[in-house]
């Protein structure tokens, strides 16, 4: 093999993705700093509103909570544990993970860091828990379901052994694992059966006893410099556990910035692969989504020492190419890797064999799409919100300013004038108030039909409203199981679902508009400064809504193979769908309340404040009219306001530039190499 150039580019590429880490915790780091800046200055200027501080709050929560989640996906036994062992875990020196031939992970299982814990742990959900109502997020969110191991991150070996527990299974009578919907799981007659799991059990005569595993779900918490950057990584069994878990494809999946579908060269694509690639993987991948990378493992059984490089190279394009063709991807974006010998070769540090493995690029692919990809969505998220705080906060200063600057020129017009001159401009200041003070008349009668339609609004997305639904739906559709049934009952939940959101958007649509005459009115004629409102974005929420739904009908077309399971995965299927259908409306109204603050509350106050101002002014000129002699020190006391004032403007555009200067680079779409995109046939 050509060494030189190969080992030159691994040792560029082999801490790639380490590092991308590490300057994208940097990054955020700094972020927080600037937005906690910010959060000072308001303090110390007592400037702050509830509005703005809510969204610093939501700003920094998101920021310290941020994960970057890479889920690897495939069949029993393809290498996904190794795979992970080798490209995160290689600095323990030895295997973490348990990969092994025949003991494959069992459960679902997520690695990363629990900010909130000082012990590292284990934590485990017991299979039983799939005959609850509750949904996983749910479970996940009370520790009391889960068993906790301690880990000892001290000594790899033990965390190793702890590990192990992930892929227990155990023996139950048919009927247990038929009332657990589990009389498909892979252990039936073992993963190393050498059988493709999606045709065990039908059509054989029913065994006594069935393995299943253990565990429904784990959780592992431990400070590996990656997961406390926010890395986390999901390593799930294969398609049966896929199927029998709708919250995994449906929600857990959907939501990883990178899914890593892993094929493995001894077995080429199956038709179980393909089973899982199609129904689970693609399928609920929307078009906007990347980050969906292909893996050829084990092309380490293609090398052979009788064969010249170029012959195994040759070989192994080969098979990435008839992957690619199969799955319906472009052939560079399946990518050759022996996770095997990359662990070893890293543990090891042997340059060459590490480069042979070819896991660099992988790596190297996950650093430079995937992260800036976050890092694009977080700027994007948290940002634009803060920008608009930041308006908020500079636009009444400027609205004040200008008010001063005009009151200063007037003032000093009058020095040494006649007293008309003080009358005069006592009889403008007179007019613009009563001009202003109607203007603020209607303001506060549009205010009150403004509230009765955004209560309007707040209902038709209310929770009452959705838990209705709910009720009604699942009346209607207990004791018809059927596949009618379900069907039928589901689409009527959806149809009233965005019903009632399509017609929450007209209500807002109304209420911006009236806003919106009421901004132009006082920024035309009263020269307020005051920022540009923004619609509600009603379509987020019924995008979702849509989103949610063909994920159900994709969901139901691919998994409802067998009658027995049928009844159990519906009622689980249900469970997940509609607590997200519910998180749909109760995040749209607690936006929709914050949108409606923040779309009256600054005009209020900023019509409020200028109220005060023209009052003020009025005084000030009635007292100059009686005797000018106290004009110069009225002056005085205007212009050190003035510099006051400028001072604010001065450091809050700083503010305002340090935040920009955060700003990553824009992505070019065109150039990302990530499988989203179907090949061009
Ligand atoms: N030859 C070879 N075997 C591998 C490689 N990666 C994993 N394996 C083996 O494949 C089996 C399954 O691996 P594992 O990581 O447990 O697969 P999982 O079920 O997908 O998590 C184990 O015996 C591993 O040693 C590889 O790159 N090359
Ligand atoms: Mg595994």
Redesign the pocket.
């Given at each position: 093999m050509s060494t030189t150039l190969t080992e030159i580019n691994s040792a560029l590429q082999q801490d790639r993705f380490r590092d991308q880490m590490r300057v994208f915790a940097d990054w955020k780091a700094e972020l927080t700093q600037t937005i906690k800046d910010y959060q000072d200055w308001l303090n110390t200027h007592q400037l702050g509103s509830p509005e703005i501080e809510l969204r610093i709050y939501d700003a920094l929560e998101a920021l310290n909570s941020d994960k970057l989640t890479i889920a690897f996906v495939?069949e029993?036994?393809?290498?996904?544990?190794?795979?992970i062992n080798a490209i995160f875990f290689a600095d323990y020196g030895r295997r973490l993970l348990?990969?092994?031939?025949g003991r494959?992970?069992m459960c679902p299982t997520e690695l990363f860091y629990d900010q909130e814990s000082q012990e590292s742990y284990v934590r485990l959900l017991p299979i039983e828990t799939r005959l609850s109502d509750i949904s996983l997020s749910d479970l996940k969110a009370e520790p009391s379901y889960w068993k906790t191991l301690p880990l000892d991150v001290n000594t790899p070996d033990q965390m190793a052994k702890t590990f192990e527990e992930v892929i227990k299974t155990k023996r139950v009578p048919y009927e247990e694992a038929e009332r657990l919907g589990l009389t498909n799981a892979e252990g039936h007659d073992g993963p190393d059966s050498g059988k493709e799991s999606s045709d065990t059990s039908v059509g054989s005569a029913a065994p006594k006893e069935v393995e299943i595993p253990q565990w429904r779900h784990a959780i592992i918490s431990f400070p590996h410099p990656l997961l406390q950057q926010g890395l986390v990584v999901l390593?799930t069994p294969g398609l049966n556990a896929l199927g029998s878990e709708p919250e995994l494809t449906l929600n857990m999946l959907p939501r990883a910035q990178a899914i890593l579908f892993?094929l493995s060269a001894d077995t080429g694509v199956t038709r179980s692969d393909l089973d899982m690639w199609k129904n689970h993987i693609k399928a609920f991948r929307n078009k906007q989504q990347s980050g969906l990378v292909a893996v050829l493992?084990?092309i380490?059984?293609l090398w052979d020492e009788m064969k010249e490089p170029d012959a195994i190279e040759a070989s192994i394009q080969e098979q990435s190419k008839s992957s690619a063709r199969m799955l319906g991807i472009d052939a560079g974006n399946v990518f050759p890797?022996?996770?095997?010998?990359a662990l070893l070769a890293k543990i090891r540090n042997n340059k060459d064999l590490l480069a042979q493995s070819k896991l660099p690029a992988l790596e190297s692919l996950l650093a430079v799409e995937i992260l800036p990809a976050r890092q694009r969505v977080i700027w994007d998220n948290i940002v634009s919100g803060l920008d608009q705080a930041i308006d908020n906060t500079y636009n009444p200063i400027a609205s004040q300013l200008d008010d001063l600057v005009q009151q200063i020129k007037e003032l000093s017009s009058m020095s040494g004038k006649s007293d008309n001159v003080v009358r005069h401009l006592l009889e403008k200041a007179k007019q613009q108030k009563a001009v202003y003070y109607e203007s603020v008349k209607n303001f506060q009668s549009s205010r009150r039909k403004l509230a009765m339609q955004a209560k309007i609004m707040f209902n038709t997305i209310g929770m009452e409203t959705i838990d209705d639904m709910i009720n009604k739906t699942r009346k209607e559709m207990s004791g018809s199981w059927t596949t009618m049934g379900l069907k039928n009952g589901m689409s009527v939940f959806f149809d009233s679902a965005r019903d009632a959101m399509q017609i929450a958007g007209r209500h807002s649509e109304q209420t911006f508009k009236v806003v919106l005459s009421i901004y132009d009115k006082f920024e035309k004629e009263h020269g307020l400064h005051i920022n540009k409102p923004q619609p509600f974005p009603i379509r987020k929420y019924s995008g979702e809504l849509d989103q949610l739904y063909l994920k159900a009908e994709e969901y139901r077309n691919s998994t409802l193979t067998t009658v027995t399971e049928q009844s159990f995965v519906i009622k689980n299927f249900f469970v997940s769908l509609v607590s997200h259908a519910r998180n749909v409306f109760a995040n749209a109204n607690a936006h929709a309340e914050n949108w409606l603050k923040e779309l009256i509350n600054p005009l209020v106050n900023q019509i409020q404040e200028k109220r005060e101002r023209i009052d003020q002014h009025m005084a000030t000129l009635t007292k100059l009219k009686e005797s000018k002699e106290s004009l110069k020190e009225k002056m005085q006391q205007l212009e050190s306001q003035r510099q006051f004032l400028d001072e604010q403007v001065k450091s809050l555009k700083k503010i305002r530039e340090s935040l920009q200067h955060c700003s990553p680079p824009e992505i070019d779409e065109s150039k990302t190499k990530t499988a989203s995109k179907e090949a061009v046939h």
């Open positions: 495939a029993f036994s393809r290498g996904k544990s190794e795979l348990p990969s092994e031939a494959t992970t390593d892993i493992n084990k380490d059984i890797v022996s996770a095997q010998k």
